[in-house]
């Protein structure tokens, strides 16, 4: 395709040689003169001049004094992944369901739902039009899953809630009766678990992406657009409010609450029945805490080496001044 062609899809403007053919993408430093790339932040501007790229994706105000031939735009990244969807397009799984997967009794597929090898779909399931399930996805009864969701291996969605009550001596199952509900165009990564409510539901909303190993426990309320990043887990009864952004590696405790557009990141713990608060707050460590807290402790913790050391002098002439005085 020539970069005449890939500037016409994306309504944007280029410089240099629109003539040229792009036969595929790459990252900056494997792009050869056949392939596109693009340029983010400020690392990538600086690195961007040594790559062989034929062809790069540069934001408006991308210096371009050395005559290459690129395409502006303002979020370089979001055209590339255009882009790549325009070179390389994915191949669609054909609709229908593998040989291999088992659907239970009572099941409502939409048009163009794709279920792909040793699949398990349990009884009362429904599941939205041009949904696609990879391999080895296990859905339990009684779960509600809406449109275009893409499901990667693995996945386990409607397990029981880890609830349990202690008497006499031992723990004993409360059941887990409730369901799970998942929005529309919610992405859930390979081994990403979700577990039914013990009452009522627990809830992923509209466009919410999930990573690879995610953990959503019993009861909890994940909101709409809402990114999770991998090997995050949180406990019963937890609500992310709609448009928050969860790093990899987060632990929450049960009923947190992490207000919309709450940044947590990653490797952060969140204690029980704590409240986040949105509005692009950036939150970090463990207690989860406002990252500007979160840097003055670490602050604090760098300098004690040399307290400790200012404490050894001290007592050294303490105890100096201790014999001179006796």
Not at 27 to 54: H, K, M, N, P
Not at 107 to 117: A, M
Not at 123 to 147: E, K, L, M, Q
Not at 308 to 315: S, T, V
């Amino acid at each position: 395709m020539l970069v005449r062609e890939i500037a016409g899809y994306l309504e944007a403007t280029f410089e240099g040689d629109g003539e040229r053919a792009i036969d595929g993408v790459a990252s900056l430093e494997a792009a050869g003169s056949t392939q596109i790339s693009f340029v983010g932040g400020r690392r990538a501007q600086r690195d961007a001049q040594a790559s062989a790229a034929g062809c790069l994706v540069v934001r408006p105000d991308f210096d371009n004094s050395g005559g290459r031939t690129v395409i502006r735009r303002l979020d370089p990244r979001g055209s590339f992944a255009r882009i790549i969807r325009l070179l390389l397009p994915l191949e669609e799984p054909p609709p229908g369901v593998h040989p291999t997967a088992v659907v239970g009794k009572d099941c409502t597929l939409g048009e163009g739902v794709s279920i792909g090898p040793c699949c398990v779909v349990g009884d009362r399931v429904t599941i939205g039009p041009g949904s696609r399930f990879h391999a080895n996805v296990t859905v339990y009864s009684d779960v509600t899953i809406g449109a275009r969701a893409l499901i990667h291996a693995g996945a386990v969605i409607g397990a029981d809630g880890f609830g349990f009550v202690f008497e006499n001596g031992r723990y004993v199952k409360f059941p887990q009766v409730g369901t799970v509900a998942i929005g529309d165009d919610v992405e859930i990564g390979a081994n990403s678990t979700i577990d039914r409510a013990a009452l009522g539901i627990t809830s992923v909303g509209d466009g919410a992406k999930l990573d690879n190993m995610v953990h959503i426990g019993h009861n909890c309320r994940v909101g709409r657009h809402v990114v999770i990043a991998a090997q995050t887990g949180m406990a019963g009864g937890t609500v992310i409010e709609d448009h928050a952004v969860i790093g990899g590696q987060v632990g929450m405790g049960d009923n947190v609450t992490v207000k919309a557009g709450a940044v947590v990141g990653s490797g952060a713990g969140i204690l029980s029945s704590k409240v986040l608060k949105g509005d692009g707050e950036i939150y970090w460590g463990t207690p989860a805490r406002p990252l500007k807290q979160y840097l003055e402790s670490l602050a604090s913790v760098s300098r004690i080496p040399a307290l400790r050391e200012e404490i050894a002098e001290l007592k050294l002439k303490l105890a100096e001044l201790e014999k001179k005085l006796k």
